[in-house]
Nanobody, 116 residues
Framework: QVQLEESGGGLVQAGGSLRLSCAAS????????MGWYRQAPGKERELVAR???????TYADSVKGRFTISRDNAKNTVYLQVNSLKSEDTGVYYC??????????WGQGTQVTVSS
């Protein structure tokens, strides 16, 4: 079992920044990748960014150049630095951990609201 605790969401003006954090606990030794997904009202959940245990990162095209995913292995924490926020970035951001071989764990979600 893996437990994920997110923090860092909030209300921010367009063009602003936030840093989301996701702390993992439990069976973290078997985690292959961690990532952030988001779900806007009326839309499906989509991948925003992912980082593998080897450090390989993947980003959605819509956030490339604005968002940065990173991790602190000593703290078992993954971060998502979100800059130059746009109204379309509004949504609930969920932390995800994929455990070998293919089991997904999710955090409770943190709301990000961008005001124009």
């Amino acid at each position: 079992q893996v437990q994920l605790e997110e923090s860092g969401g909030g209300l921010v003006q367009a063009g602003g920044s936030l840093r989301l954090s996701c702390a993992a606990s439990g069976s973290i030794f078997s985690i292959m990748a961690m990532g952030w997904y988001r779900q806007a009202p009326g839309k499906e959940r989509e991948l925003v960014a992912r980082i593998t245990s080897a450090g390989t990162t993947t980003y959605a095209d819509s956030v490339k150049g604005r968002f940065t995913i990173s991790r602190d292995n000593a703290k078992n924490t993954v971060y998502l630095q979100v800059n130059s926020l746009k109204s379309e970035d509004t949504g609930v951001y969920y932390c995800n951990a994929r455990q070998w071989p293919a089991r997904d764990y999710w955090g409770q979600g943190t709301q990000v609201t961008v005001s124009s």
